[in-house]
């Protein structure tokens, strides 16, 4: 069921959502202060490619930097990407079909909000960790 879900996820708005990330971390490259927002645009990226089956968990050495990063981020490119996340969520929440995806975009906003000071992994890996 994840891979039908990717697939349409991908279809849909996981192509476009992965660009405005892409977009937003090459914008950050530009400057070398923001390289580390950069990192995360892209690996949020990978992330928006192909979310189902896996999740961002918060990191437990990230510290007092990593919030900070966070309110820069959040000003510079998190309220645009967090947009499209809702208009995307919304629009896809339209159709039957397009509801468990639209759901997706929705739980992707916190994540386009305060990128820095969390990783993605498996969600196997996560229901393990939780025994």
Request: aromatic share 12%.
């Amino acid at each position: 069921m994840r891979t039908i879900l990717n697939v349409l996820w991908l279809v849909f708005c996981g192509f476009w959502m992965a660009l405005g990330y892409l977009a937003a971390g090459v914008v950050c490259c530009l400057l070398i202060v923001t390289i580390p927002f950069g990192i995360a645009s892209f690996r949020i990226a990978l992330y928006a490619l192909w979310p189902f089956g896996r999740v961002a968990v918060r990191r437990r050495d990230a510290g007092a930097p990593s919030a900070v990063g966070n309110v820069i981020w959040f000003v510079v490119a998190g309220v645009w990407l967090a947009i499209g996340h809702v208009l995307t969520g919304v629009a896809l929440c339209l159709t039957v079909i397009g509801i468990p995806l639209g759901i997706g975009s929705f739980k992707m906003v916190p994540l386009s909000l305060l990128p820095l000071g969390r990783e993605i992994v498996p969600a196997d890996a996560m229901a393990f960790a939780q025994r």
